[in-house]
């Protein structure tokens, strides 16, 4: 009896090993969200938004736009909101290109826009940072559908930093301009358009999930976990 409680005891601890946690990084195979975009579990994805919310250029911290796009993605309304994901700014400062602060600098995973169905913007990275998208990023945390935007991005269409005969386009930049994008776009003006723009505008960003597992349903996992215990029991009392 005190080997079967043990038994019961570590296969247990399995479920709650194996069942989805709160961390960052991780969505329910039976959300919304992953049925709409036709995942199953073990997929990896991200997902792509334009903020609702607006804001200056002048910072040349980019950790302000990092923590800007995760207070839109966690506002209310938002499709996004309580998830528990990192999310990134995709935008460039002097220190900080656009690649690197969303970690997209290798291969990677499929991008996804927020709200209206299965809209993949990007296979992968490669595919973000080609020089076009497969589709524009025009619509909010909300899912909802934007007839114009030109967030601030200082990035050139591979994810660098905008540069002109030397002279940085970037936010927080010296000379008080930075490059915008268009969301209206998917070639390359989606990240890198014109005009330059003063940085003491207000104007929205886009945001960046970080990369996000489909996982079991807790239930699903505990009815498997239970099986296996009922096999190694069933086992035992054959032998016995």
């Not at 005969?165 to 998917?186: F, K």
Request: net charge neutral; glycine share 14%.
């Amino acid at each position: 009896m005190f080997k079967q409680t043990i038994l019961v005891a570590a296969v247990a601890g399995l479920v709650l090993a194996l069942g989805p946690s709160a961390q960052a990084g991780t969505i329910l195979d039976t959300d919304p969200l992953v049925t709409t975009l036709g995942l199953s579990e073990g997929d990896i994805f991200r997902m792509v938004f334009v903020t609702s919310t607006t804001t200056q250029a002048t910072s040349t911290d980019i950790g302000y736009y990092n923590t800007f796009v995760t207070l839109a993605a966690n506002s209310e309304g938002s499709l996004v909101a309580g998830k528990g994901w990192d999310w990134y700014a995709i935008c460039s400062t002097l220190s900080v290109s656009a690649k690197s602060n969303t970690n997209t600098s290798e291969t990677g995973y499929p991008i996804y826009l927020v709200g209206g169905g299965a809209n993949r913007v990007a296979d992968n990275y490669t595919d973000l940072w080609d020089g076009g998208i497969d589709r524009q990023i025009r619509r909010d945390e909300g899912g909802h559908y934007l007839q114009t935007g030109y967030p601030w991005t200082g990035t050139n269409k591979n994810g660098g930093r905008r540069n002109i005969s030397g002279t940085y386009y970037v936010l927080g930049a010296i000379g008080g301009l930075a490059t915008r994008g268009d969301a209206t776009y998917s070639n390359d003006k989606w990240v890198a358009a014109e005009p330059l723009l003063s940085t003491d505008g207000f104007r929205p960003l886009y945001a960046l999930s970080g990369p996000i597992t489909v996982v079991p349903e807790p239930a699903t996992v505990a009815l498997l976990s239970l099986g296996c215990i009922g096999m190694l029991l069933g086992r035992r009392r054959v032998r016995g």
